[in-house]
């Protein structure tokens, strides 16, 4: 399988700085790493460590300046990829070798229709145009398993969900069925089940076209069912490389054992968990009959359509309480949570906060709810101002409500809450760009826990972090919670964290609430098929299933 | 023209002189600017005082005389008017005026403009379906009939004027600011600001203004040259600036009728504005640099590490 | 759709009627024409007797009424200076703008995008520079100036082009080349500023990755992420020079509608005034209504 | 039909209308006057005399009657006949004011009667004596008796050599007319164009585009060859508002025609302008040759002043100099430099320039109360042979531009106007002389000079009628 001796890709010596008046900051230092056709190479690594860095040098998307590409040689099917032309290099992008990046909404041209964008791969390498184009297009989109695509191709970035979104990148990336496909975190937003079909399809187009796949992922799960072999990044340098059963089981470098070690065990029903002890029996929260319809894009004469994202959903909060949501990629969990915000309209129902109707309030009173909710948006880099300082992010909650904090503290409550998160104080003086995909995400989270509500909802909040600043995180989340007796609306995909922390969940599937229960209750005995087929999709260690 | 700090100050206020100065040095055009400019500020507030009597003196005899003749003294290198005035000294005391009704034109109408447009396309309100339609309304009323009913109704004066040029020249910022917002109040941090409960007020000006803010002032940069033109003509009805005062535009309009037998009268004018637009134009580029985070660098050291 | 055009479009009726009202009553606050008609020297008699001809003697709400009255008619009333219906007037001047300006904006806006585009790609580059000071130095240059000269240069040195007027393909070259300067230079600016911006996105490199060839990255991705401003300042020099392009209309002969407007104004020709302002308002609030149609075509988070 | 018999005018303005009774407008006239319509008489533009044109003979039957014999065979370009009903009908169409008639003006508020005595004979009577009818009909144009009466034309038909062929914004065409009564032109077709801006018109003569133009600005007549200066029976002045302290006081006035450096304003209107010294140019019945003008004496001025300043006059009062916009080239420059000029000899003057109709309202009567002392930038045109179209309106108290009230001057007035023969031109050059010796109301400038450019093509000069009319029969083809 591995073909270490004739790799298609060789990565040698590679540093990167990103240079400005300071310090140059290193952000790859001396990485080195090769991948055979056919093969799976999995780099794991703490957040920020480097990996989306060094796999964009290899499809020359690191600008230069401010980027510095230090040293390093990066051999392609036997090329020198530094010694082409640009032009060489653009006819190999898209083509040879691929690349889904990690944060899609930031990553999809907002102003074309997905259809056209994926199309435009085809039509750029001459591999097929207009009609016959858009015909691949639509069986790539049902092939990622985006319902109704021939409606979903006219559809444009904004109007998907997240993991449709990220699924639509899939897409894009595997159009041409290139030599090398670097997939950065291509599941962070995907439910179990659609994840395991996700990466399926990219397993059969190993199988198929004996194509290389580099991996960037935090999800060791995930990890052991791709990998044949594995890297661990920290800190901007390779820590561990070797074959994936090797590593899993027999890690070598101590931060590589901190991961594993942070790999739930088999059966986690009883393992210890971070939920709530003293839940409140006062309801903090409860929505009844919430319905969203989405107007589709209407010619000037056809009437409108309307799309029921959120199809007449109740439930409630209580004070200290986390409420899991999991579902379907696409069933309108980000809908839900944007509506309790107050940011779309619903087209129907209640919710009440406080004893207060959240969609009848007057601006003022709008003012004082929104003091008391906070929200971890699904895309971190979309949701910051990228003209702002992490400071200014962060203190902003500061500055719109100005009791909380006398301005005199806020650079010290900032350099805290950067800490808490796992990142540091000297971050705040850096603009959004200048992050990896799971660094922003931490820093929403700061943002949110910066104005002190009673309750946050976290869409997605831990999906790009590895294993160990998760479990930081959620502790920091989980002590908040006691502390402040906070609320959390905690939606996610990954179904360990929700176990672990949720004190209730709530299954959605196509915009309707298919099962709701106490954690234990609900893993331990789901009723709905749905909920079961989602407990089961857990994917097992290629090794295993290699051995049969 | 302002430079726009997002933040700057609140992080890197110690500093934020020196490196703005810094940043000015790197780019050498953007230096160069910024030294004619500092120039024509000077020559404005020092103008008057130093050559006011050389520019309003009469020299009947002397029309007309041609640029780089020694004979008359230095004052008159760049050749005299119709009147046989010097030609360098009016463009120094000109300036005065010039650089003032054009700033205070062009700043009001950016301002109101730009507010106006930030609020018309934030708001989906009644208002502001009014003043696009206002707006409408100013883009169809010629300018010059406006300045006739001003001339009219108030009298001459060069508030009218500075009025009656922003008024003209404020639906370009309005119509602009608007459609900028239209876009940037659908993105994900504009919703991120809301749903952290900040106002209105807030989100437009901290979020949104910031990047409307460096296309107005593009915009703004070339309307210097186009204000100061304008105001020439207005002054063909009374309302422009009125001699013995004077403004460049005023001067380049006087030597109109001269491009065939004396270039220079309406050359140096000319020459002055275009230098201050493209001195203006070339400053708000580099403050756009400046302003826009993933820019900066270009202005920057970049330090690289040893190899 | 179809009800925020109905909407847009009673509020823009509503909005001409305003501004003609307005336009009734300000006009004749800025003077009697009767002094302009008659030779100075004639008698107080025969001022009177201009008046009582053309309405003037009226009350001014009178002469309104008469006006609203007149109008449901479709009759604009008389030119004072010309003899004849004063929407006549203004309709055979409006065409000739009309033209030219569509001319001078698409031209110009084309180009302007293409260098735009090109300056932006490469910041800092000789290119950049170079068109960037070209651009700023034509659209600053007072534009008679430009005319002027170019004739002198063009007509009369070189005897390449016609010096003024119509006809012929060749007198449009010096006119348009003159109502582009502007345009231009004002359109490159926006066009690189945005475009900076639009190059530095994330799904710039999207792209990149797809291996799109360079002209489609720019001209393809930044470039239709730029357009809402351009379209926009485009649009804005479209109406001004839609509201008459006067120094060039009166430098080559062009029987435009701005000359048309400035000699109606100073000659208190009001009739006229009222029905260019009609004319060219309508075409103002109709280009409005259209780049306001223009912004959700050109992106989809748009919707009225 | 030969291209080379046609030829192509460049005016500096487009002709609002082409109504005929607007001759007297430079635009109007310069088209439509003796091409396409024709006057009764026509003034010598040496002598100011008129002379015969569609009348032959005219004949005072008493003071306030006037007989006029009318030319023979003549046609309209309609084919309809010229006879006694057609003039009576122009000039009732003329008076009787249901339309705007500019050239009415110059008949001031005479009333006429006209009546037919024969096919070819009118007889025109006035509710006064009119000493110069002959001369007054030199702005009658006969238009053919289908004109409409009540509304103003476009399309004149007249007896001129050329009709009207065609009226666009941009462009009059006049087409030779083969049954014109007189000599036949030897051009065959005219094509009027406009161009506001100086150098473009001379451009296009220079280029061949055009062979003609009018008014041209100095700077621009470089060419000897082609560029002919004429004087243009235009006179510049400044009015001194005689009703407003200080300018009450002759002293003041007096100092302000010394204080101006008159050879050096000169400059700014070419070599060949002429001092004035009065309102009329030489050639018109009144004009006085031996009239000096004011000199340049600053110290005399000063000494006036502070004479004034002595005997008590408010010599400090700012005093308003009202120009106007456009008025003559280099008419901005001029009042500048004479704001410079009285600022120097002491006088606290200050300009502001006006658009037209805001300057009309200090020229004509009634003048805008509290209007202040004033001096007010004119220009007076009088190419009509006579003084009669120049002192009632400046110097008698009724007259609209007038400031003064001074009874014994009037009385001059209305004898001179009544006056004929050697009487008359002495009587005005006598008021002439007292205006500018004693009165001092107004500043007389300069006797403007007017230039016109002419292809190479074309023979002929302009001279004192060509701002009011360019007849291209006189227009020769060079060969
Ligand atoms: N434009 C930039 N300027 C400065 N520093 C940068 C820039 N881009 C990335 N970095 C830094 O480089 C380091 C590596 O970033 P990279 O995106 O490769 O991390 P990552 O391993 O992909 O992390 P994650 O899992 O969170 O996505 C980070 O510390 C980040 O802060
Ligand atoms: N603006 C919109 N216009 C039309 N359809 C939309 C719009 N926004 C979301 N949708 C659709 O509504 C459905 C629910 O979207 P939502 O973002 O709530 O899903 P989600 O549960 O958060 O999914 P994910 O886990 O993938 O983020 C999806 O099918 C999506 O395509
Ligand atoms: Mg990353
Ligand atoms: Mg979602
Ligand atoms: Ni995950």
Known sequence: MSNATNPILKVEGLTVDFLSDDEPVRAVDDVSFHVGHGETLVILGESGSGKSVSTSTVMDLIDCPPGDIVAGSCLFDGVELSDLSAQARRSINGRRIAMIFQDPLAYLNPVYTVGRQIKEVYESHGAGSGKDARAKTIELLRRVGIPEPENRVDFYPHQFSGGQRQRVMVAMAIALKPDILIADEPTTALDVSVQAQILDLLRDLQRETGMALIMITHDLEVASSMADRIIVMNGGKVVETGIAKEVFSNPQHAYTRRLISALPPGNAAEAPNKRSTAIASETLLKVEHLTKHYVLASGAFSGKRTFKAVDDISFEVRRGETLGIVGESGSGKSSVARMLLGLNAPSSGKAVFAGENIFEMNEKRLMAFRRKVQMVFQDPYGSMNPRMRVYSIISEPWAIHRDILSKNRWKARVAELLELVGLLPEHADRYPHQFSGGQRQRIAIARALASEPELIVCDEAVSALDVSIQAQVIDLLADLRTRLSLSYIFITHDLPIVRHFADRIMVMKDGRIVEEGQTSALFGAPRHEYTQSLLQAVPKPKWLTHAQ | ?307 | MITYLGRRASHSILSVIGLLTLVFFLTRLTGDPSALYLPLDSTAEARAAFARLNGLDQPIHWQFLEYLRNLLHLDFGESLRQNRSAMQVALEAFPETLKLAAVAITLSTALAILVGSLAAARPGSMFDRVASLISLAGASAPDFWVAIVGILVFAVGLGLLPTSGTGSWAHWIMPSFVLMLRPFGLLVQVVRGTMLSALASPYIKTARAKGLPRHKIIFGHALRNSLLPVVTVAGDLATSLVNGAVVVESIFGWPGIGKLMIDSIIQRDFAVVQSTILVTATAIFILNIAIDLLYAVLDPRIRY | ?479
Not at chain 4, 273 to 294: C, F, T, Y
Request: hydrophobic content about 45%; glycine content about 6%; some cysteine.
């Open chain 4, 1 to 479: 039909q030969d291209a080379a018999q046609e030829i192509r005018i460049v005016l500096p303005e487009q002709p609002a209308n082409l109504e005929p009774c607007g001759t007297i407008i430079t635009n109007v006239g310069q088209i439509l006057s003796q091409n396409v319509v024709e006057p009764l008489t026509v003034i010598d533009p040496i002598t100011g005399q008129p002379q015969p044109k569609l009348a032959t003979e005219w004949t005072s039957v008493d003071p306030t009657t006037w007989r006029i014999k009318l030319r023979e065979g003549v046609k309209f370009q309609d084919g309809t006949e010229l006879n006694a009903d057609a003039v009576a009908f122009s000039i009732n169409r003329m008076i009787d004011g249901k339309i705007t008639c500019s050239n009415m003006a110059k008949f001031g508020d005479a009333k006429l009667t006209v009546s037919p005595v024969d096919d070819l004979t009118v007889e025109i009577k006035s509710d006064r004596p009119e000493p110069i009818m002959p001369t007054l009909l030199s702005v009658v144009m006969i238009v053919s008796p289908k004109t409409p009466v009540d509304q103003a034309v476009n399309d004149p038909v007249g007896t001129g050599p050329f009709t009207l062929s065609t009226f666009s914004p941009q462009t009059v065409v006049l087409d030779a007319f083969d049954g014109y009564w007189g000599k036949k032109p030897e051009i065959t077709k005219a094509t009027y164009v406009w161009r506001p801006e100086s150098s473009i018109r001379a451009a296009m003569v220079e280029t061949g585009e055009a062979d003609l133009t009018p008014s041209i600005a100095i700077q621009d007549a470089s060419n000897p060859e082609t560029d002919f200066a004429y004087l243009n029976s235009e006179t510049t002045a400044i009015r001194i508002d005689t009703a407003e302290p200080p300018l009450d006081d002759p002293r003041v006035r007096k100092a302000l025609n010394l204080a101006i450096d008159w050879e050096g304003l000169a400059q700014l209107f070419g070599d060949d302008v002429k001092r004035a010294s009065q309102m009329v140019v030489s050639g018109i019945n009144g004009h006085d040759e031996a009239l000096e003008p004011w000199p340049y004496d600053p110290q005399e001025a000063k000494k006036l002043i502070e004479e004034a300043r002595t005997a008590g006059v408010a010599v400090d009062t700012e005093i308003k100099l009202i120009g106007r916009n456009g008025i003559y080239p280099n008419g901005a420059e001029a009042m500048e430099a004479m704001m410079t000029m009285w600022q120097d000899a002491g006088l606290n003057v200050k300009l502001t320039m006006l658009d037209v109709a805001d300057w009309l309202r200090y020229l004509q009567k009634p003048f805008p109360s509290e209007r202040g002392p004033n001096l007010l930038q004119m220009m007076h045109d009088n190419n009509k042979g006579d003084a009669a179209f120049t002192v009632p309106i400046f110097y008698r108290s009724s007259g609209s531009y007038s400031t003064l009230a001074d009874p014994a001057f009037d009385k001059e007035i209305d004898e001179a106007l009544a006056a004929t023969g050697e009487a008359r031109t002495n009587n005005f050059k006598a008021i002439f002389g007292k205006a500018r010796r004693q009165v001092a109301g107004d500043i007389p400038m300069f006797h403007m000079i007017g230039y016109t450019r002419v292809g190479t093509r074309l023979e002929w000069k302009p001279d004192i009628t060509t701002n009011s009319e360019i007849p291209l029969a006189n227009i020769a083809i060079k060969d």
């Open chain 2, 1 to 307: 023209m302002t430079i726009i700090t997002t933040d700057t100050k609140s992080v890197t206020a110690p500093g934020t002189g020196r490196l703005l100065l810094a940043y000015l040095k790197r780019d050498k055009l953007a230096l160069a600017a910024a030294i004619f400019l500092a120039i024509v500020v000077l020559a404005a507030i020092l103008g008057p005082w130093l050559v006011g009597d050389a520019a309003s003196r009469l020299g009947l005899r002397q029309r007309n005389l041609a640029p780089f003749s020694l004979g008359s003294g230095w004052i008159y290198v760049l050749g005299a008017d119709t009147l046989g005035r010097p030609i360098l000294a009016r463009l120094i005391v000109g300036a005065q005026n010039t650089a003032g009704i054009a700033a205070a034109a062009v700043f009001a109408s950016m301002l109101i403009g730009g507010t106006l447009g930030l609020v018309a396309g934030y708001s989906e309100r009644w208002y502001s379906h009014l003043i696009l339609r206002l707006a409408d309304v100013v883009m169809s009323f010629p300018s010059l009939l406006l300045a006739l009913i001003v001339l009219y109704t108030l009298g001459p004066s060069i508030t009218n004027l500075v009025i009656v040029l922003a008024v003209t020249r404020m639906p370009i910022y309005l119509r602009t600011a608007r459609a900028e917002v239209l876009e940037l109040r659908e993105r994900m941090f504009v919703s991120a600001a809301r749903a952290m409960g900040a106002k209105p007020a807030r989100i437009i000006v901290r979020h949104i203004a910031p990047l409307v803010l460096p296309t107005l002032v593009t915009i703004s940069a070339i309307d210097f040259a186009t204000v100061i033109l304008s105001e020439s003509a207005l002054s063909f009805l009374g309302l422009g600036i009125q001699p013995p005062d004077f403004t460049w535009g005023a001067m380049v309009a006087n030597g109109r009728g001269y491009l065939t037998t004396a270039w220079w009268i309406a050359f140096w004018p000319g020459l002055a504005i275009m230098l201050t637009t493209l001195s203006l134009n070339i400053l708000s580029n580099w403050a756009r640099t400046v302003a826009d985070p993933q820019q900066r660098w270009r202005l920057q050291t970049l330090r690289k590490a040893a190899r």
